[in-house]
């Protein structure tokens, strides 16, 4: 740990280096504590290029913690399509609304009172108090715990608790006092931008001088592996219903203990948000979809569905491996269910336009493609 003398020229440094190199960002040109909420919120697990044009439409049509918090949460879901982990967005709005019927419609001041909404952990709170209202508060994230790593040299996994309580130790430690806000943007743009994952800049870092890592030759190497979660390879198939105006049916999010009480796992795999009639498959996949659709769609002569097979397609969500397996049910009338709704195929791939998750909307295109080139050889 620095200290004295060093431990300022360190924080000079770094926060110099930060204010002639930070990238122009939308949610830096601000000290509005729901914009910076926003904006920590949606970089989550996401890249800042992803983030932007879904920032800067929820906040075109929600400007204001009010607004999102009285919004149809059918309409947050919508704009959020395509950004994944979408309880981030169930989060964001339950936490809108605490704040107006709790906080008067304000941020909370108090970490406490910040940690107590849904959604906001240590890290998220650390960062919206400090750049909005100048809480000493230092951030510890996966991208500030490699910088930190690096500069100590620190070995073994960074998530094990006691490893990762000192970690928090030395980011309160390094934390400028003057400018806290400014201090914790600093070290996480360190990361993202020179001191990366893979192939850390040396020669760029501001703060070069100061790493241990560096001095032993073994930045790239750290931090150090962690033991990776098994991966699990399942196999969804879903009925794309398609009737001759390019229509199709979605079903409302599934109840995720009435999936999980039928053994399928759908819930999860479609962000609990709008989808096609689907399901998890073992052995036979059209034989199961087709009595799962005689379930689903009772008043529907399941034999006289033809399941036509679209080209199969892959999903990663986190430690899963999906094959998606489409099948194409062209229909005259598309069958009723309670919930459902009836939308344009086409739009079903169009982002923000209807509350779905990636994994239905890459179903949508593999059925619109195959329309296309029937279109084209017709
Ligand atoms: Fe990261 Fe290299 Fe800078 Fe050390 S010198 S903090 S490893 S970029």
């Known amino acids: ?172 430690g390094l934390l400028d006092p003057k400018s806290p806000g400014e201090w914790n943007q600093a070290v996480m743009e360190l990361g993202a931008t020179v001191c990366t994952p893979r192939a850390p800049q040396c020669f760029l870092c501001p703060v070069a001088k100061f790493c241990r890592a560096r001095k032993l030759g073994i930045a790239e190497r750290l931090p150090e592996k962690r033991k990776k979660r098994e991966t699990q390879d399942v196999t969804i198939a879903a009925a794309i219903f398609l009737d001759s105006h390019g229509h199709t049916i979605l079903l409302p999010p599934p109840r995720t203990k009435r999936a999980h009480a039928q053994g399928k796992e759908l819930a999860p795999l479609v962000s609990n948000l709008w989808h096609f009639p689907a399901m998890e498959v073992r052995k036979d996949p059209s034989r199961e979809l087709q009595r799962h659709l005689a379930t689903l769609f009772p008043k529907l002569s399941s034999r006289s569905l033809v399941l036509e097979p679209l080209p199969k397609a892959r999903h990663a969500v986190t430690y899963r491996n999906v094959t998606l397996l489409p099948f194409r049910v062209s229909v005259a009338q598309l069958p009723d269910h309670a919930g459902a709704k009836i939308v344009l195929i086409a739009d079903v791939c169009t982002p923000a336009s209807h509350a779905v998750s990636s994994l239905t909307r890459k179903f949508a295109r593999a059925a619109l493609l195959r329309k296309q080139s029937l279109a084209t050889s017709a």
């Open 1 to 172: 740990m620095l200290t004295g003398r060093e431990l300022s020229r360190f924080r000079k440094q770094l926060l110099g280096w930060f204010r002639e190199f930070q990238r122009d960002l939308p949610w830096r040109r601000t000290r509005d504590p729901y914009r910076i909420w926003l904006s920590e919120i949606m970089l989550q697990q996401t890249r800042v290029a992803a983030v932007i044009p879904y920032y800067e439409r929820i906040l075109e049509k929600f400007p204001d913690v009010s607004a999102l918090a009285e919004a149809p949460q059918e309409d947050v879901l919508r704009l959020w399509s395509g950004l994944g982990y979408y309880s981030r967005a169930r989060n964001l709005q339950a936490a809108a609304k605490e704040i107006v019927s709790k906080h008067h419609g304000k941020f909370p001041q108090e970490l406490q009172d910040a940690l107590a909404l849904p959604g906001i952990g240590r890290y998220t709170a650390g960062a919206i108090l400090s750049i909005a209202r100048g809480a000493k508060l230092a951030v510890l994230d996966g991208n500030v715990a490699r910088v930190l790593a690096r500069l100590g040299a620190v070995r073994g996994d960074l998530r094990e608790s006691r490893r990762w309580g000192s970690l928090q130790k030395t980011a309160d």
